[in-house]
Structure formats: structure tokens, C-alpha cells
Antibody, heavy 121, light 110 residues
Framework: QVQLVESGGGVVQPGRSLRLSCAAS????????MHWVRQTPDKGLEWVAVISYDGSNKYYADSVKGRFTISRDNSKNTLYLQMNSLRPDDTAVYYC??????????????WGQGTTVTVSS | QSALTQPRSVSGSPGQSVTISCSGT?????????VSWYLQSPGKAPKLMIY???KRPSGVPDRFSGSKSGNTASLTISGLQAEDEADYYCCSHAGSYTWVFGGGTKLTVL
């Protein structure tokens, strides 16, 4: 079955960097785009970024553009989110999600269990 | 990329039907047939219930249905069951391969 396992979360000071990973299994990772979505108790779910199946196309929410970078390594079935210049309002649970099958743009299908990022001094 | 508008809470008794609305604009819901709905139980990851306005993934009961009229999408749950109690989020494509979520609706089964 489809499985997505996020890792790399933790506590980090404002202005520092963190890289999240999402290990995929149970499906053909190389043919599906992938999303990152984050969630806070205050703002609920917020879409962060999406990457095409081959990594050639990447799109970001305005709130993270220029600070976050989505990438993937299809040889390792792994998705990444490099987060730079972190701010306290980036504190959230971060989920990776596989896209629904079909021609893009496609929404989120199966989600991982999430990894928690806390930005605090 | 403003959030879509959902009611904070809805409720219904077992066996009844409830409808959750999701209001957007012509730049998101009204502009694309790409509305999806997610169920989230406490401490769990969201689960896809409806995509492309009214399509159900395999395994989702046909008690769940979706629709759209203009800039507003709706999720209807018929034959309400205790296990349907959860938070529900709508999501829409918002152009240029970006996405926007609603603030979430807490469904209580009385």
C-alpha cells in the first residue's frame, strides 16, 4: 500500500534552516507529482509547494516563495523540502502528499503522518 | 491565496444528512473543476474523500458526495454515522498550479 514517511522536523531558531524528507513506498514514485502541506491549530491546512513527477516544475505558496525549495530524488524515492530563513510563523506540522492520478494540476491524494517543525528562540 | 470559507461547525443526528459549504471566488472554486474534500480525525493525517468536485476515491462510501455551484462547493454526507465525526477541509486549485484550503469544519454527530 502507499506509504509516505516524513522526517527531519525539530526545534530550530528563527533565521536558521531545516530540511525535511519524505520517504515513499508502495507506488511508482517516479510518475507522480508530490505536495508539501502544513498545518497549524490557528490557520488549519496551508498548501506549501508542489513538484512534478520529474522535478522539472515546482510551484510555491507566496508565504514561502524564495525561502523554501522543494526537490526530489527519484533514485531514492524521496521528496525533500529545504526550508531557509525560518520564521516563527513557519511552526507547523508538515505533511507530504502524493498527487491524485491524472493530468496536472492534481490535488493531494494519500498523505504521510507529518513531521513537526517548531521555530523558536 | 486567501483561504476558502467554511462554517466552523455543523452537526447532525445519526441517519440524517448534513451539508458543508465551502465558499471561494472566481479565481479558485469558480474558475476550476478541481475541488477536493478531506476528512481529518484527531491526531491523524487528512484523508481524501472527494476530488474533482464530485469524484470518490476507491473505498469512500457513496454516502459522501460533492457538488459545486458558482464560487461555492458543497460536501454532503447522507446517512450520518458516528464514525463520520471529524474535521472536514475543502481545497481548490487557485491557478498557476497553486492550491488553497478552507479553514475546516468540525462535524459533530449528535
Amino acid at each position: 500500500q502507499v506509504q509516505l514517511v516524513e522526517s527531519g522536523g525539530g526545534v530550530v531558531q528563527p533565521g536558521r534552516s531545516l530540511r525535511l524528507s519524505c520517504a515513499a513506498s508502495g507506488f511508482s514514485f517516479t510518475i507522480f507529482g508530490m505536495h508539501w502541506v502544513r498545518q497549524t491549530p490557528d490557520k488549519g491546512l496551508e498548501w506549501v509547494a508542489v513538484i512534478s513527477y520529474d522535478g522539472s516544475n515546482k510551484y510555491y505558496a507566496d508565504s514561502v516563495k524564495g525561502r523554501f525549495t522543494i526537490s526530489r530524488d527519484n533514485s531514492k524515492n524521496t521528496l525533500y523540502l529545504q526550508m531557509n530563513s525560518l520564521r516563527p510563523d513557519d511552526t507547523a506540522v508538515y505533511y507530504c502528499a502524493k498527487v491524485v492520478s491524472g493530468a496536472p494540476p492534481r490535488p493531494m491524494d494519500v498523505w504521510g503522518q507529518g513531521t513537526t517543525v517548531t521555530v523558536s528562540s | 491565496q486567501s483561504a476558502l470559507t467554511q462554517p466552523r461547525s455543523v452537526s447532525g443526528s445519526p441517519g440524517q444528512s448534513v451539508t458543508i459549504s465551502c465558499s471561494g471566488t472566481s479565481s479558485d472554486i469558480g474558475g476550476y473543476n478541481s475541488v477536493s474534500w478531506y476528512l481529518q480525525s484527531p491526531g491523524k493525517a487528512p484523508k481524501l474523500m472527494i476530488y474533482d468536485v464530485n469524484k470518490r476515491p476507491s473505498g469512500v462510501p457513496d454516502r459522501f458526495s460533492g457538488s459545486k455551484s458558482g464560487n461555492t462547493a458543497s460536501l454532503t454526507i447522507s446517512g450520518l454515522q458516528a464514525e463520520d465525526e471529524a474535521d472536514y477541509y475543502c481545497c481548490s486549485h487557485a491557478g498557476s498550479y497553486t492550491w488553497v484550503f478552507g479553514g475546516g469544519t468540525k462535524l459533530t454527530v449528535l
